[in-house]
């Protein structure tokens, strides 16, 4: 089911309040940002999921992702838990050049001033869509806290500064414009999809596990890429504080 950004108020978490003095604290507020994102992240992860999932199903829908041409077959064999246990990152597994300063920085200075005063393309194709629900969505967040989009979308301070001046209206139409650039994360990891797709079909948590903290790597790896050299540095927090405001 679709989510709306405006649920992004509505999840709900706690904090533990394990933090101990101000680093503690400012890492605990982290924590606490993040956390009630995460359960949208997971949503949204689903829904690429099951676009994978439908792919592999039936070519005829259009060129599908990569990693899903080359494993098809594992793809088609994931039942409903298994997909379910495939979207459960605690940060979104799909981008749309969120690194890629320059990127944003033409697209909002160039046509941002144009796209305020035009209704630009509506969004009619199942990718539109689901370009329009992830921009949507780090645009959102990227407006409440950079460190969180960080955590969420990989990305960097300054690409959030660009996403947070939009207007809803010129973030419906660059979603259009750019939902051609939509790509499922780690597909130049091909190993690391193949054993995510097969560990997510058995009932060994331990596995999964084990791959989740490898993609957790890959993540942190593509924003260490994208801060550019001398920047401030990117706020993190832990993999075990993530882990656990993933599971509250």
């Keep these: 089911m679709p989510f709306c950004v405006g649920d992004l108020a509505t999840v709900r978490t706690k904090d533990s309040g394990d933090g101990e003095g101000a680093d503690g604290q400012q890492l605990s507020q982290h ?19 099951e676009l994978c999932w439908e792919l592999s199903l039936d070519g005829a829908m259009g060129h599908p992702f990569p990693v899903v041409a080359s494993y098809r077959d594992l793809w088609r064999h994931l039942d409903p838990v298994a997909r379910q246990r495939l979207s459960l990152f605690p940060f979104v597994i799909v981008d749309l050049r969120f690194g890629d300063v320059a990127c944003w920085r033409m697209a909002v200075g160039n046509g941002a001033h144009a796209r305020s005063h035009s209704n630009g393309a509506a969004p009619t194709t199942r990718w539109d869509w689901l370009a329009l629900e992830t921009l949507m969505f780090g645009w959102q967040v990227a407006r409440e806290d950079r460190s969180v989009a960080s955590m969420i979308f990989a990305m960097p301070p300054s690409v959030a500064d660009c996403i947070a001046t939009l207007t809803m209206q010129q973030v419906r139409t660059l979603a259009v414009e750019s939902a051609k650039s939509l790509r499922l994360r780690w597909d130049n990891h091909p190993r690391l999809w193949r054993d995510l797709l097969l560990a997510a079909r058995e009932p060994d948590d331990a596995a999964l596990e084990a791959l989740r903290r490898e993609a957790k790597l890959h993540f942190c790896g593509e924003l260490i890429h994208a801060q550019p050299a001398g920047g401030t540095p990117i706020p993190l927090i832990s993999g075990t504080r993530m882990d656990a405001a993933q599971e509250e």
């Design 31 to 49: 924590k606490w940002k993040g956390a009630r994102s995460i359960g949208l992240a997971h949503q949204l992860n689903q829904q690429f999921i």
